[in-house]
């Protein structure tokens, strides 16, 4: 099996896994490498040298630049922006400058965020639509806003959890309604 690309599309890179689909207007530049069973929406940008795992969902109007490595399962809503490069200037660019940042398994990122290079967005963790994320969200954390805050923890499923807080101060999140187990996160 191969990969689907529109006729619209640039395809550089040849590492590209079996079943993805690459739609209209879509940049894949040279050694960048995207798995198997992805979708890549209307005019999304991937720059060289990314690494995107298998199953990722990239809505329209993504950039994806070098540096950004994204797991399996991952979803990328529409508009969403990565960056590269903490203190950019269009006289001076170094490929020594690139600041990597990671989106780790299952995650979810809403439609028209930023995400500023150097972070580490936890597996199935949730970054609502709008925000901009500036520092490590932890796995299953829920975070939004500008900055981002961390405001709760979500389950594998996306459903927020409830937390009891024990004696000693420590947050435990409990089962989820969908049945999964998320196990205890201490913040």
Same mark, same amino acid.
């Given at each position: *099996?191969?990969?689907?690309?529109?006729?619209? @599309?640039?395809?550089?890179?040849?590492?590209?896994?079996?079943?993805?689909?690459?739609?209209?207007?879509?940049?894949?530049?040279?050694?960048?490498?995207?798995?198997?069973?992805?979708?890549? %929406?209307?005019?999304?940008?991937?720059?060289?040298?990314?690494?995107?795992?298998?199953n990722v969902k990239i809505q329209n109007f993504v950039s994806v630049y070098k540096g950004v490595t994204i797991e399996d399962d991952v979803f990328i809503g529409p508009s969403v922006t990565f960056t590269n490069d903490l203190y950019p200037r269009a006289f001076r660019w170094d490929e020594q400058k690139v600041v990597l940042t990671t989106?780790?398994?299952?995650?979810?990122?809403?439609?028209?965020?930023?995400?500023?290079? %150097?972070?580490?967005?936890?597996?199935?963790? *949730?970054? !609502? @639509?709008?925000?901009?994320?500036?520092?490590?969200?932890?796995?299953?954390?829920?975070?939004? %806003?500008?900055?981002?805050?961390?405001? %709760?923890?979500?389950?594998?499923?996306?459903?927020?959890?409830?937390?009891?807080?024990?004696?000693? !101060?420590?947050?435990?999140?409990?089962?989820?309604?969908?049945?999964?187990?998320?196990?205890?996160?201490?913040?």
């Open positions: *099996m191969a990969f689907l690309e529109h006729p619209t @599309a640039v395809v550089e890179s040849d590492e590209i896994g079996d079943g993805t689909k690459i739609w209209h207007f879509v940049h894949v530049r040279e050694r960048a490498r995207i798995g198997k069973d992805c979708n890549i %929406g209307k005019s999304v940008y991937i720059d060289t040298e990314v690494e995107i795992g298998d989106v780790k398994k299952g995650a979810s990122i809403g439609a028209g965020s930023t995400v500023i290079c %150097g972070i580490v967005i936890g597996e199935y963790a *949730m970054v !609502g @639509a709008g925000s901009v994320v500036t520092t490590d969200v932890p796995g299953f954390g829920l975070v939004y %806003g500008n900055p981002a805050r961390l405001k %709760g923890f979500v389950c594998y499923c996306g459903e927020r959890l409830s937390e009891i807080i024990t004696e000693d !101060g420590e947050k435990i999140v409990y089962k989820c309604g969908c049945g999964k187990e998320v196990g205890t996160t201490r913040v």
